[in-house]
T-cell receptor, first 116, second 115 residues
Framework: DTAVSQTPKYLVTQMGNDKSIKCEQN?????MYWYKQDSKKFLKIMFS???????INETVPNRFSPKSPDKAHLNLHINSLELGDSAVYFC???????????????FGAGTRLSVL | AQSVTQLDSQVPVFEEAPVELRCNYS??????LFWYVQYPNQGLQLLLK??????LVKGINGFEAEFNKSQTSFHLRKPSVHISDTAEYFC?????????????FGKGTKLSVKP
């Protein structure tokens, strides 16, 4: 019944590896997001997709590639992992429509990535 | 573009005491305002929001916030805190249109409630 679910919850890997994080929402939302939360808890948006189309692509290394196979899924693939990629990654979604309700985002529980 | 400043990085308080977490924002356009709470090792949960109407908004768990347009503030308050309120609190702002509608977060305030 989880509204926004991410897998895996924890991910420990070596530098240079490639890994993916999956996100699924069952809320019927049409916009999905990826955020990075650093060790100081600062949250920064990385990507935003609306109806499978890329809307926001902040200054993120091109080793990060989002993929949205449908409106309910937004996966994050990371190539050649670096130590600085260690962080908590959050997926979020927001509903269709207009006005303030559109801007309310619902978050997953996060994926804690540790690069050794 | 919008920005958010949370004036206190940490707020320690004793149980049953009142608390105020401060948030100021900057924007050249009209905004929506939000407070999210993050309990340890969990995701973010919406606490309350200001979209329009009354400037005093009430949220979950007894929290409320007041939108003050002249002071560009959206401070969060609770009259009596519980141990279970210990968490990180994030203030966020979004513009009303198009790409300005994305959430910009403050750096968070860690609320520690002591017995």
């Amino acid at each position: 019944d989880t509204a926004v679910s991410q897998t895996p919850k924890y991910l420990v890997t070596q530098m240079g590896n490639d890994k993916s994080i999956k996100c699924e929402q069952n809320l019927g939302h049409d916009t999905m997001y990826w955020y990075k939360q650093d060790s100081k808890k600062f949250l920064k948006i990385m990507f935003s997709y609306n109806n499978k189309e890329l809307i926001i692509n902040e200054t993120v290394p091109n080793r990060f590639s989002p993929k949205s196979p449908d409106k309910a899924h937004l996966n994050l693939h990371i190539n050649s992992l670096e130590l600085g990629d260690s962080a908590v990654y959050f997926c979020a979604s927001s509903p269709p429509g207009w006005g303030g309700a559109k801007n309310i985002q619902y978050f997953g529980a996060g994926t804690r990535l540790s690069v050794l | 573009a919008q920005s958010v400043t949370q004036l206190d990085s940490q707020v320690p308080v004793f149980e049953e005491a009142p608390v105020e977490l401060r948030c100021n924002y900057s924007s050249s356009v009209s905004v929506y305002l939000f407070w999210y709470v993050q309990y340890p090792n969990q995701g973010l949960q919406l606490l309350l929001k200001y979209l329009s109407g009354s400037t005093l908004v009430k949220g979950i768990n007894g929290f409320e916030a007041e939108f003050n347009k002249s002071q560009t503030s959206f401070h969060l308050r609770k009259p009596s805190v519980h141990i279970s309120d210990t968490a990180e609190y994030f203030c966020a702002v979004s513009g009303m249109r198009g790409s300005q509608g994305n959430l910009i977060f403050g750096k968070g305030t860690k609320l520690s409630v002591k017995p």
